[in-house]
DNA sequence: AACAGAAACTTTAGGCTTGAAGTTTCATGC
DNA sequence: GCATGAAACTTCAAGCCTAAAGTTTCTGTT
């Protein structure tokens, strides 16, 4: 926290850039915004053609991938959202009979969480027309545009690494 | 919204394109996981620095920028949050002294909503931290990178309009 | 075997968020 | 003037979300 001290005259390199850190700002409130358009249509869309969720979708969407089921942590690390909130969504789920918890072999602790044959068949119905909303509300992007696109998000990816 | 029927044998652009829309929906869920990597640090250390909230920032910086002060229902378009959403974090604030409800000039039925000095003081010592939290998150993103990216996400903002 | 610590979940308290319904006030047409 | 509808909020019920604390089970070590 006060390593740079040394840094003063050394090197005016980071420090004096300022209209880069301006432009950062800009990209952050622009992605957050256009984020947030998107989400909030989907949202409406799955609330009023579908009666659910977008926690919901995510969950089902991840399940769906699963063959074999997931893990109650594998879930709430892909879809980062803490271990508590999982546990919500998935009661949920289970009273609605499109998930189904069982418990893993060789492990008292663990619960596997797997669609039941209705939650394949919801989500199956759901997932054509989710994507081709996305790619409606996303038809400002050509194909070339997309793939520049997914470039510099990779690039944008938060630096993480001091886990502590 | 059907002025593409000449268009048949002479393009076969958007239809038989299912590569562009796998690659939206690529796109989509990268933007998504890149937003909520960088709003979970910034939340993270939001509340570990500033004892404070996401939403609450949001509002203190709209005000901020705000000179005479917010109707209730200009800050839940600007935030592009409901209005009962907004009653109840601005409850909070003024509970805890950053904000004050003042009465509109005639009109009874508005409220402007507006920093008090604690709140201006407030947000004025996280807002440059916050700038450098961004900057530094967003550090794989050179100037031209950023210049790149506002222009695309400007061209992936969604098509809305139809607005019934 | 017994203990310590880690792992996998659940529970809890509190805040965020929404859509819908309710209240008060304003604006407009008649 | 007065009624009707719109506007600006608030309230409500329900779900989402987090961090922290609690429970049970597992995995070493000694």
Redo the contacts with the bound molecule.
């Keep these: 926290m006060s390593d740079q001290e040394t840094a003063k005259a050394v090197e005016p390199l980071e420090i004096a850039k300022p209209d880069a850190a301006r432009q950062r700002l800009r990209v952050w409130l622009k992605l957050l915004k256009t984020q947030r358009q998107i989400e909030?249509v989907l949202?409406?869309r799955l609330?009023v053609e579908y009666n659910?969720?977008?926690?919901?979708f995510?969950v089902l969407a991840a399940l769906y991938r699963a063959e074999k089921g997931m893990?109650?942590?594998?879930?709430?690390s892909e879809?980062?959202?803490?271990?508590?909130?999982?546990?919500?969504?998935?009661?949920?789920l289970v009273a609605d009979g499109l998930v189904v918890?069982v418990s893993?072999e060789?492990?008292?602790?663990?619960?596997?969480v797997r669609l039941t044959r209705k939650g394949q068949e919801d989500f199956a119905a759901m997932a054509g027309v989710h994507r081709g909303w996305v790619d409606e509300l996303l038809g400002g992007l050509d194909e070339d545009a997309a793939r520049q696109l997914m470039a510099l998000l990779g690039a944008a990816e938060p630096k993480l690494g001091e886990t502590e």
Tied chains: 1, 2.
Excluded: Y
């Design positions: 909030a949202r409406e609330r659910t969720t977008l926690p919901r995510d893990k109650m942590s594998e879930l709430s879809l980062m959202v803490s271990n508590g909130n999982v546990t919500g969504i998935i009661e949920r918890r893993v060789n492990d008292r602790r663990a619960m596997l």
